[in-house]
Nanobody, 125 residues
Framework: QVQLVESGGGLVQAGGSLRLSCAAS????????VGWFRQAPRKERAFVAQ????????YYAESVKGRFTISRDNAKNTVYLQMNGLKPEDTAVYYC??????????????????WGQGTQVTVSS
């Protein structure tokens, strides 16, 4: 199992950009696939994007497609979420999570076994 730590959140104006990082430690020699989720106040945790171990497969929620880009650098054990064109509705705590298989068919948070502590993203209008 890997341990995950997010960073890079903050306050940004609408239309701005942020890049989140998810640093992994622990069993990083084993393949793991990473997803980003977000949770706004009084809402359920929602899928944002995911990336395969090799980085050649990605998948996005419709609400962020074309604005967010997920990538990874396995040499640095880090996954990134580049967020452009931010909107107030993107305001949430963002979490990265890992699991040892890749599928777009089941994106429920409960299928990811490792989670970071989250990083706050606030987009002002």
């Amino acid at each position: 199992q890997v341990q995950l730590v997010e960073s890079g959140g903050g306050l940004v104006q609408a239309g701005g950009s942020l890049r989140l990082s998810c640093a992994a430690s622990g069993r990083t020699s084993s393949s793991y696939h990473v997803g980003w989720f977000r949770q706004a106040p009084r809402k359920e945790r929602a899928f944002v994007a995911q990336i395969s171990w090799s980085g050649d497969i990605t998948y996005y929620a419709e609400s962020v497609k074309g604005r967010f880009t997920i990538s990874r650098d396995n040499a640095k054990n880090t996954v990134y979420l580049q967020m452009n064109g931010l909107k107030p509705e993107d305001t949430a705590v963002y979490y990265c999570a890992a699991r040892d298989y890749y599928t777009n068919a089941d994106l429920r948070p409960r299928t990811f076994g490792s989670w970071g502590q989250g990083t706050q993203v606030t987009v002002s209008s």
